[in-house]
């Protein structure tokens, strides 16, 4: 089983990352009862052994002591960080993974990419060393950041070229969170602009996610919640959105609901790397499959049903539903609408008790659809 390594940069990386932990831990609470340690956990968690000093306490098999997240949190304000290891989640998280400055980047790229990356150059890359060094089979680094901010796109890009250098074996998958348009940052559109050239140069996978798609989704939502209209396709209390039965309940922010949304998509698109499946696919298969081009590697995600199966039993016209909101615009995450586009290739994973024949004939009704497009194919996985 691979191991990979997230790394959180800037105030809504690290916010998008605390949410994906709690969910993660949740999500295994569910199917590990026994409190084993096994290669799913190991995916994205230590098992710690705390009475041990040093480095000498990880447990590789047997009964869950301490779990320590694979992962190194950057950012230059030390607000986000210190309030995560405030929070509930604070014993999931190893001090020596950390990386905090006091004076920000001041929304300005060029701080956060020359500044502070020359300035914490060495110590990034002593903390991305120590991680690798935990992994028995590091298979990739996750990189959460946004575009617009000036640690997030200025010393997120940064550490790419680092990472490229480094580690060249190990895909680098970037989930990057744009501004919208109504962004109050002045400064936000000219530090995606001069972030997206390093992220053409350095990265192998690029999930886009849009702000303004976000708002959208959530708008949606709270509509159907207080019109009492929800029928199958959104719950009230959706883990998807909100933070109901997390490790201890914590105040909603205005934010979280906006950042549950990815962190549900980094947990589902990981989902087949870490639990065992008849047609599950590896994450470097999703770079191979789905990217032409070394520098055409941006892929448009969306995430359907708006809410986590609970019941995983999915019914046949249920998920007939989702194979057409997939494709439809209302459920993307970047503000763009997948009818009126190219395909050049499509990933369907898919996670649930699902009988294959009814996938397949999903399958066939949407290529019937792509036939205008000669290079489209659709690949699923349960």
């Known amino acids: 089983m691979t191991q990979s390594v997230v790394v959180q940069v800037g105030q809504c990386g690290n916010q998008i990352g605390c949410c994906f932990w709690d969910l993660a831990l949740r999500e295994h609470a569910a199917v590990n009862q026994k409190g084993i340690y096994d290669e799913a956990i190991s995916s994205f968690f230590r098992n710690v052994d705390t009475r041990v000093v040093g480095d000498g306490g990880s447990i590789s098999k047997g009964k869950i002591c301490s779990l320590k997240a694979r992962a190194v949190l950057i ?127 350095h990265a192998d996978c690029v999930l886009p996610i849009d702000n303004q798609s976000l708002f959208d989704i959530i708008s949606k939502i709270d509509l159907m919640v207080n019109s009492g209209k929800l029928g199958t396709t959104i719950k009230p209390k959706s883990l998807v959105t909100s933070s109901a039965g997390a490790v201890k309940k914590r105040h909603q922010k205005p934010f979280d609901a906006m950042n549950n949304i990815v962190a549900n998509l980094l947990l589902n698109l990981t989902s087949s790397a870490r639990f065992e499946g008849s047609l599950n696919m590896d994450l470097n298969e999703i770079s191979m499959n789905l990217v032409p081009f070394p520098q055409l590697h941006y892929l448009v995600s969306s995430l359907t049903p708006l809410y986590t199966l609970a019941d995983v039993n999915i019914p046949t016209r249920r998920l007939d539903q989702m194979f057409s909101d997939a494709f439809s615009k209302d459920h993307q995450l970047i503000r763009a609408d997948p009818k009126h586009s190219l395909y050049l290739a499509c990933a369907l994973m898919l996670r649930g008790n699902v009988q294959v024949s009814d996938l397949r004939r999903n399958i066939e009704r949407f290529n019937v659809l792509l036939t205008k497009c000669p290079l489209a194919h659709c690949q699923t996985v349960p």
């Open 75 to 201: 950012d230059m304000e030390e607000g986000v960080v210190n309030e995560i290891l405030q929070g509930p989640l604070r014993d999931v998280f190893d001090s020596k993974q950390l990386i905090t400055d006091i004076s920000g980047s001041g929304n300005n790229w060029a701080v956060g990419h020359k500044v502070f990356g020359s300035l914490y150059q060495e110590q990034i890359l002593e903390k991305l060393r120590k991680s690798a060094e935990h992994c028995d089979c590091l298979q990739c680094f996750f990189i959460i950041h946004s575009m617009g901010g000036g640690t997030g796109s200025g010393l997120g890009t940064f550490l790419l070229k680092l990472l490229e250098d480094e580690f060249p074996e190990v895909y680098r998958f970037v989930t990057s969170v744009y501004p919208s348009g109504e962004d109050d940052v002045i400064t936000s559109p000219y530090n995606s602009i001069l972030a997206m050239k390093e992220l053409n140069e």
